[in-house]
């Protein structure tokens, strides 16, 4: 029996989910995992993989602009509400391939998955209980105290919206030094050196909104799940598959009640 496990790659425009999800894909090839690339971004050009399943096959983001006369935003939004309509054409394709891993790759517009319909409904729709999402944090982001929580903010909603299960991922790591690593996952973890690195810039209003925002973010179990991952190197897919295999152990189903 297949394992049937769905990972969703999410995070802001140019992230690295498309990167990721052939890392992660290769890697999954390397130890003789069986895995499946889907593509769920109807705008994607230039993708650095193969899609097994490719939403483009159902909707392109030119033709909707050509036919509708529609400006590539206008038609981001057109094609982010047309996914649902093909979901159940993805789900049978998807399926045909009987493999353990589905690894989706999601639109560059992280709004248009998220917090339109089609993202919850095509999770709803394809396999709920076995899914989860990837959330990347990216690294130039990372660095600046407000702009992390920002992002932590971010990761909540996407994670409060879509209802199921979520890792943050911090993206590019290699282009961090391993001091700006390590930093960046202590603040994930521990709210008072991210207070500390408040404490460092001018006081302002802000700041103080921040420090507290953090406090309430460090209380939220996700945030001890902060993985520094790469291209280079496959750093942090192990880490990735361990704790998706932890999650979904013993074949049970975690979709929220
Ligand atoms: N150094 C480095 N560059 C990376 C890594 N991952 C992605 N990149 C680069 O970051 C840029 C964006 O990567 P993509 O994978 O296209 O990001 P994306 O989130 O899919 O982008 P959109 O779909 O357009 O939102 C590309 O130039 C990648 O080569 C990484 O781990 N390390
Ligand atoms: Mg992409």
Redesign the pocket.
């Known amino acids: 029996m297949t394992q049937d496990i769905y990972l969703y790659l999410i995070g802001t425009a140019g992230s690295g989910?498309?990167t990721l999800s052939h890392t992660y894909y290769e890697w999954a090839q390397i130890q003789g995992i069986d895995a499946i690339l889907v593509n769920l971004?109807p705008g994607?050009e230039n993708l650095p993989y193969t899609p097994d399943v490719d939403i483009r096959d159902w909707i392109s983001l030119k033709e909707v602009m050509d036919v509708h006369g529609l400006g590539p935003n206008g038609a981001q939004i057109a094609c982010a509400d047309m996914l649902a309509l093909n979901t159940d054409d993805v789900k049978e394709s998807i399926s045909s391939f009987k493999t353990d891993f589905v690894i989706c790759?999601t639109p560059?517009q992280l709004e248009l998955f998220v917090f339109r319909q089609s993202g919850p409904f095509i999770i709803k729709t394809l396999n709920p209980g076995r899914s989860m999402i990837a959330y990347l944090i990216d690294h130039v982001l990372a660095k600046n105290p407000s702009a992390f929580v920002s992002h932590l903010l971010l990761s909540l909603s996407t994670q409060l919206r879509m209802g199921i299960p979520q890792m943050n991922l911090l993206s590019k790591a290699d282009l961090l030094t391993t001091e700006e690593t390590d930093q960046v996952v202590e603040w994930s973890i521990n709210p008072e050196s991210l207070q500390n690195a408040f404490m460092q810039q001018q006081q302002s209003v802000y700041n103080q909104v921040n420090e507290q925002i953090a406090r309430l973010l460090c209380d939220f179990p996700f945030a001890e799940s902060l993985i520094p991952v790469s291209q280079k190197d496959f750093k942090g897919i192990e880490d990735m598959y361990t704790m998706i295999q932890l999650l979904f152990e013993g074949g049970e189903d975690t979709q929220r009640d």
Do not use: P, Y
Request: aromatic residues 0%; negative net charge.
């Open positions: 989910k498309s971004d994607a790759d560059g």
